[in-house]
Nanobody, 119 residues
Framework: QVQLVESGGGLVQAGGSLRLSCAASGSTFSINAIGWYRRAPGKQRELVAGISSGGSLNYADAVKGRFTISRDNAKNTMSLQMNSLKPSDTGVYFC?????????????WGQGTRVTVSS
């Protein structure tokens, strides 16, 4: 089992920055890939940024050049640095970890942290 707890959301004006953090606990050694997702108002949850098991980074087109995902294995944390925020970035952000145990993948989610960008 892996537990994830996000922090760092809040209200910010357009053009501002926020840094989201996600602390992992439990069987963190089994974590393979990680990612940040968001659920905008009235929309389905979508991938914002991720780090694959091989270390490759991928970003949604809408956030490329503005958001940076990072992972600190020693501290069992992952972060999402969000710059040049837009009102369209508003939503609830979730961190996700995919763990592999005995060849089976398990997906874990944090409780979400709300980000509101005002115009």
């Amino acid at each position: 089992q892996v537990q994830l707890v996000e922090s760092g959301g809040g209200l910010v004006q357009a053009g501002g920055s926020l840094r989201l953090s996600c602390a992992a606990s439990g069987s963190t050694f089994s974590i393979n890939a990680i990612g940040w997702y968001r659920r905008a108002p009235g929309k389905q949850r979508e991938l914002v940024a991720g780090i694959s098991s091989g270390g490759s980074l991928n970003y949604a087109d809408a956030v490329k050049g503005r958001f940076t995902i990072s992972r600190d294995n020693a501290k069992n944390t992952m972060s999402l640095q969000m710059n040049s925020l837009k009102p369209s970035d508003t939503g609830v952000y979730f961190c996700n970890a995919v763990a592999v145990v005995a060849g089976t993948e398990y997906s874990y989610w944090g409780q979400g942290t709300r980000v509101t960008v005002s115009s």
